[in-house]
């Protein structure tokens, strides 16, 4: 609701805000590698725009979270570094709160910013680690060895970044047993 409340505020700054993080991108050699070609980074800017959007409309729906996780894998799938979709969050978290301050929004607006910026970046993490579990099952026992590592190594990653989010993070099993909490 707080959100969708500030929407209007947050409207004008949409373009500027997609621009602006895509200019960022540009200059990070390998962030930007990704890119095809500049055709993309225009069609991806006016995804941006939609996201944000998204974002401010309140619909967290399964159809919302489906996207979130489709754009987590696509940034598997193309071989974006888990780095620079973690920088890219924290850049448009700034962003979008640097407008919402400057309009004069509430602590609890931003704090529900955060919560749904935090719960997506959840969701986009999971293509990661998901990843992560295919590559060791299709790979021999000695690349399997070397990997183990980096899954542990991830896994503290992924619970440390969960235990900075401001919203309450639950990992249900199977049978709905908590396996994890930040």
Known sequence: ?????????????????????Y??????????AVFQNEAQVDRLTRSMEGWVAQVFEGAYDAVFFDRIA???RVHVEVGLPQRYMLTAMAVMRGSLGAVLAGGGASDETREALNKALDAQLAVMLDAYAHHV????????????????????????????LLGLAQLVVLGLDEQGHVVLVN
């Open 1 to 21: 609701v707080r959100l969708r409340a500030a929407s209007a505020l947050v409207a004008p700054h949409v373009h500027r805000l997609a621009a602006e993080f």
């Open 23 to 32: 200019d960022r991108i540009r200059e990070h050699e390998e962030a930007h």
């Open 70 to 72: 489709h754009v987590g």
């Open 133 to 160: 579990v295919t590559r060791v099952q299709r790979i021999d026992l000695d690349e399997a060895r070397a990997l183990r590592s980096s899954v542990r190594r991830l896994e503290h990653e992924y619970v440390a």
